[in-house]
């Protein structure tokens, strides 16, 4: 029997686990980038260095999905505030992209034309779900989710969340489940940055089978392919690739919950 007098001191859940996902940078911005390339003075034959040229160009658009130029596809918010569940998966794919899978678990799906428009849409979320008590969890959390979302936020003149004020940077609980990873794993105390895939394998994480169907590198492209299908007039397609985003998108949030949970005892 639970002692009566313990009982105030249990309280329920206020966390949010947050987890974004990106698109290439523009054609422009990817460009210039390009521009930058010095060809190898050892090198002449003219195919030889655009060869290197063209390599050179492909890994640029890869990486320019890491940058501050990169638009924000995809944001999937899970946990709990209280007694209130918390469930939403925005994206900034278009309005029309039902996802029936994700309604019957209760998750909120919201498609929105711009990028601005969803991430107006988060800071109202977040303003009306979070309290300066609700812990933000996520992996890889502070250097890219939380310092990407302020930057596009800043960029579309969308007013910053109060959960996401620098001000708050001191006061508002957060937990990175990758700065705390070597806490629970040899392998991350030795590695400047450890990967989600490797905290869920030091966890003994079961269910991490959406690694497998696609990983976060492949997301840009993917993105890329759904907005020209849908540009094209491929809507299955376009359909198709979109929901496959936002659903990788939610099984992330799912699994960095569960690794929270876990390293914070509650299981």
Do not use: C
């Not at 569940?85 to 711009?114: C, E, I, N, R, S």
């Amino acid at each position: 029997m639970i002692n009566a007098a313990i009982l105030p001191m249990i309280q329920p859940d206020n966390y949010l686990v947050i987890d974004i996902e990106t698109g290439y940078a523009s054609d422009d911005v990817v460009s210039e980038m390009i521009k930058q390339w010095e060809p190898p003075a050892n090198i002449k034959d003219p195919e030889k260095l655009q060869a290197r040229l063209d390599a050179y160009a492909e890994e640029v658009k890869s990486k320019s999905a890491l940058t501050d130029a990169a638009p924000i596809v995809s944001i999937a918010i899970n946990g709990q505030v209280g007694l209130n569940k918390a469930a939403y998966a925005l994206h900034g794919m278009g309005t029309t992209l039902p996802m029936p899978a994700l309604d019957a678990m209760g998750v909120q799906v919201v498609g929105f034309d711009t990028e601005a428009a969803m991430l107006g849409a988060l800071t109202a979320i977040l303003d009306t779900i979070a309290n300066p008590e609700t812990v933000l969890v996520g992996h890889n959390l502070v250097a890219f989710d939380l310092a990407k979302l302020r930057n596009r936020m800043v960029r579309s003149k969308a007013a910053l969340p109060a959960a996401l004020r620098p001000a708050q940077e001191e006061s508002q609980p957060v937990y990175d489940t990758m700065r705390h990873a070597k806490w629970f794993s040899i392998e991350a105390g030795n590695s400047p940055f450890f990967s989600f895939k490797k905290l869920e394998a030091a966890l003994g994480l079961t269910n991490a089978g959406h690694k497998n169907i696609m990983s976060g590198a492949e997301v840009p492209a993917k993105h890329a392919e759904a907005m020209a299908a849908k540009a094209a007039g491929n809507i299955q397609q376009y359909h198709d690739l979109a929901t496959l985003i936002v659903a990788y998108n939610w099984q992330d949030v799912i699994q960095e919950e569960k690794a929270f949970r876990m390293m914070t005892g509650r299981y």
